[in-house]
């Protein structure tokens, strides 16, 4: 199946393109930038000296003439682009019988009024939300496989929601809001110049309080309320997150266990038990390593990804090989 990744110079963009050039079973037809972008023209392995020899490809503007070979060449469309931008793009390719893979949040959320809210932008397709598959590769594979447009999970929700949803699905959680603590690298804040990721100015601090985007994404899709509040650390990828659960009065540390077991079988979770999982463990690796450690009612999970794999690349790749019938790891594992 032949690939066209939109956004290819950017860092998920680059991150699927090296998967898709080394997959068994499908071929990169091209790389596309903005029309204006300041790297038409040139290769991809010109800003991504490691992938000297695999992408030597040209990256490409995204003109009214790309439309036309894109309509051509490709069989499934690579969103990796800012979410306005996704918004804007995906019903052009869905028209033209594509499926779509948006690595964005543009169509993640089901109310219009929380992307103005969330996103500061009033949805111009709110007829897609409610056909757009979740791509939470694990939990979802059904509806991913069959849907023409899938929402790629966020990087941080990809971590908490591994997290969290085997114990909502046994009914282990208490009422109270789930407390999330997330630190991620700074290429989850894209390849783009800003003062506030550049690396002399990043040590660690708190943003988003209250109001990031991914609250709504993750309770939308954990069905249980949450209080989460990313950091920004300085480190290059990979994403780790501390979790307080108050679980219901007499959960035992069995059932817990027991919980997780719903994932022991999935080739990219890891299952850690009480060690403590860590960003250099997942750096670059397509995995989510998730632990746990309980005291009584109380129980603090640690999941740990890399931003740039399984919270964006690694897992539109998923989601690709669900759309063809293909163990949702191809391409992934070792
Ligand atoms: N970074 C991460 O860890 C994750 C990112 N994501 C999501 O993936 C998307 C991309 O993120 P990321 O890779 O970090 O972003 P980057 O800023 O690194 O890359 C954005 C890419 O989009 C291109 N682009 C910008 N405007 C247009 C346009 N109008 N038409 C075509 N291409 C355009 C840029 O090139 P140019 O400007 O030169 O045209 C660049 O190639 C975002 O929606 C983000 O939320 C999801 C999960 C994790
Ligand atoms: C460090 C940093 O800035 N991270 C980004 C999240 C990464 C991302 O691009 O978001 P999606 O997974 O929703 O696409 C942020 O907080 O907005």
């Known amino acids: 199946m032949k690939v066209v990744i939109i956004g290819a110079s950017g860092y998920s963009g680059a991150e699927l393109a090296s998967l ?23 290769l991809l392995s010109d800003l991504y000296p490691e992938h000297l020899g695999l992408l030597d490809t040209p990256l490409l503007p995204l003109s009214e003439r790309a439309y036309s070979d894109i309509e051509n ?15 804007d793009l995906a019903p052009r390719f869905l028209s033209m019988g594509k499926k779509v893979f948006d ?41 991913i496989a069959k849907a023409q447009l899938i929402a790629v999970a966020g990087c941080y929700p990809t971590a908490a929601l591994n997290a969290l949803k085997p114990l909502q699905q046994a009914g282990l959680l208490a009422e109270q809001p789930v407390i999330i603590n997330a630190v991620s690298g700074v290429t989850g804040a894209g390849r783009k110049a800003s003062v506030g990721t550049h690396f002399c100015e990043v040590s660690l601090a708190p943003y988003g309080l209250f109001n990031h985007r991914h609250s709504p994404e993750i309770e939308q899709h954990l069905g ?27 959960v035992t540390s069995e059932q817990v266990t027991q919980a997780y077991q719903v994932l022991a079988d999935e080739p990219l979770i890891r299952l850690l038990g009480s060690k403590i999982p860590s960003i250099k463990g997942v750096a670059k690796q397509p995995y989510v390593d998730i632990a746990w450690q309980q005291q009584g009612s109380q129980l603090i999970v640690m999941a740990a990804i890399d931003n740039l794999l399984k919270g964006a690349a690694g897992q539109a790749l998923q989601c690709i090989n669900l759309a063809m019938g293909l163990p949702h790891s191809t391409g992934l594992k070792g």
């Open 224 to 250: 249980h309320k949450v209080l989460f509040t990313p950091h920004l650390g300085n480190f290059p990828r990979g994403i780790l997150e501390t979790i307080y659960v108050q679980l219901k009065a007499d």
């Open 103 to 143: 690595l964005s949040g543009g169509y993640r959320l089901s109310s219009n009024e929380d992307y103005q809210t969330y996103y500061g932008f009033e949805h111009q397709h709110t007829e897609l939300l409610n056909e757009a598959a979740y791509g939470l590769a694990e939990w979802n594979s059904e509806a």
């Open 20 to 42: 898709v050039a080394k997959h068994p079973q499908l071929t990169l037809a091209a790389c596309y930038v903005s029309e204006q972008s300041l790297d038409k023209g040139k």
């Open 73 to 87: 060449s490709a069989d499934f469309v690579c969103l990796c682009t800012d979410h306005k931008v996704s918004v």
